[in-house]
């Protein structure tokens, strides 16, 4: 049996956890507490503090794992772990809060130093009123032209589809412009 | 959709750049700590500025600026509220009082003086409205936003923010598609700019520049949101795709099992 992995990563409470469970064929093994910190707690009431991990059997013979990363900074040391050996990675952002485009933008270039693997970003919460439109996230995010960012709604099979198949498109282009 | 949110988490600056990047047009609205102020763009250019209850009329910008005496414009005072200031501005370059150039660089002065006011709010919402035009009965500029963002960059000061923005000096510049015309760089900014080569990684850089990582970090972090330069991998250091991402080594069926993922995410 042969494993390849995806890594999905972005700041808290990005949609991580969710955007894995909506493909996953599993029950998305997570390892989610409480949260202690009275901010982060107005939020959401739970987190990853290891990872999230699903999976999608290709076939007999190969296997597709999604690894969620922990979005808060104190957890980074888990970031390269989980970075190692990945195919390709998704950065989420909550498009609705723009208060978490700085960290998204610092985790970006964090996985970008890790490994030179291909990744896309997935603007999240796109179907919610007070979304910024995707160029907008784009600028502010810094990126430039040739990276794909993608609207997503991660509890929206489709969305999250199309997202890994872009992933996987920029990684078939990578591996030509390599030949 | 909306463009909005609190200065705490996107400053001026940051605005500023993302309007000038998109080349929006509308009307950004700040609430700030005691004032409320009106940035019109059109393009991504500043295009007209007014805060709080300052009425920013022509007459009283162009006495800010002496261009008119006290007397006269005493005496245009009286017919504020009765010709518009593109009016105001028709009658006193044909009465030879002031010149167009007169007019469009005490705006300009005005304008920017006020986005430099807005630097110092740190706190408050802001709103971008496309569906606001700069207003009508107002003489709009056509200001290029780049310097006012390097001018807002510059104070920028705090460590931490700085590592957030640019965690790392491994990697290297370019110039972006933009044109750089009428710059007002700083001695310390054009060092750096002179060395800037996707070859030349910002460390190396900072060492022919004589600049501490800080010093570096702020200036690059102006280029950048001024949408000038953008990071990239230093040239040569483009590193293959790592071979141990895929369970095999052959190229062939390293493309085979990226096309069965496809396939298989297709049908899910």
Same mark, same amino acid.
């Given at each position: ?47 990853? =503090? ?15 794992? /999604? ?100 992933? /996987?498109?920029? =990684? ?8 | ?56 009329? /022509? ?28 009016? &105001?501005? &028709? ?40 569906? =606001? ?136």
């Amino acid at each position: 049996m042969q494993n390849v992995k995806m890594v999905v990563t972005g700041p808290f409470s990005a949609g991580k956890t969710q955007f894995i469970r909506s493909v996953s064929e599993i029950e998305v093994v997570s390892t989610e507490r409480k949260l202690t910190h009275a901010a982060e707690r107005a939020v959401k009431e739970t987190t990853t =503090i290891a990872m999230d991990f699903g999976r999608i059997t290709v076939d007999n013979d190969l296997v597709l794992y /999604l690894f969620g990363t922990p979005g808060q900074k104190r957890f980074d040391f888990m970031w390269e772990i989980l970075s190692e050996g990945m195919l390709g990675f998704v950065v989420m952002v909550d498009s609705t809060r723009p208060e978490t485009f700085r960290e998204a933008r610092s985790i970006l270039e964090t996985f970008r130093a890790y490994a030179p693997t291909p990744y896309v970003v997935a603007a999240n919460k796109q179907d919610v009123k007070d979304a910024w439109e995707v160029q907008d996230i784009r600028h502010a995010l810094r990126l430039d032209g040739d990276t794909k960012i993608l609207p997503c709604i991660a509890t929206d099979k489709h969305h999250v589809k199309t997202v890994l198949l872009e992933l /996987l498109y920029s =990684i078939l282009d990578r591996m030509g412009t390599e030949r | 959709m909306a463009l909005r949110g609190n200065l705490r988490d996107f400053t001026v600056t940051q605005l500023l750049n993302l309007i000038n990047l998109a080349q929006k047009t509308g009307t950004l609205i700040l609430d700030g700590p005691t004032d409320q102020a009106h940035i019109s763009f059109r393009n991504g250019k500043l295009a007209y500025a007014r805060i709080g209850q300052e009425d920013g009329n /022509l007459a009283s910008i162009l006495r800010e600026s002496s261009k008119l005496r006290p007397d006269q414009y005493r005496a245009l005072s009286t017919r504020a509220g009765v010709i518009s200031d593109k009016e &105001l501005g &028709l009658l006193l370059v044909n009465a030879g009082y002031v010149s167009q150039e007169d007019i469009l660089f005490g705006l300009q002065v005005h304008f920017t003086s006020i986005i430099r006011r807005l630097f110092t709010w740190v706190e408050g919402l802001f709103r971008f409205e496309p569906g =606001i035009p700069p207003p009508d009965d107002r003489i709009n500029v056509k200001l290029d936003l780049e310097n006012l963002i390097i001018e807002g960059s510059r104070q920028l000061r705090e460590m931490e923010e700085l590592q957030d923005e640019i965690p790392s000096l491994d990697l290297a510049l370019k110039f972006t598609e933009r044109p750089m015309t009428n710059l007002n760089l700083s001695v310390q900014e054009w060092r750096v700019v002179r060395f800037i080569d996707p070859k030349n990684s910002m460390k190396r850089i900072a060492g022919a520049a004589k600049l501490n990582d800080m010093e570096m970090r702020r200036i690059v972090y102006g280029l950048i949101q001024a949408g000038l330069v953008q990071l990239v991998r230093p040239a040569g250091a483009e590193i293959p795709l790592n071979p141990r991402m895929f369970p095999t080594q052959d190229r062939e069926e390293q493309r085979g099992l990226i096309n069965r993922l496809i396939g298989r995410i297709q049908r899910l």
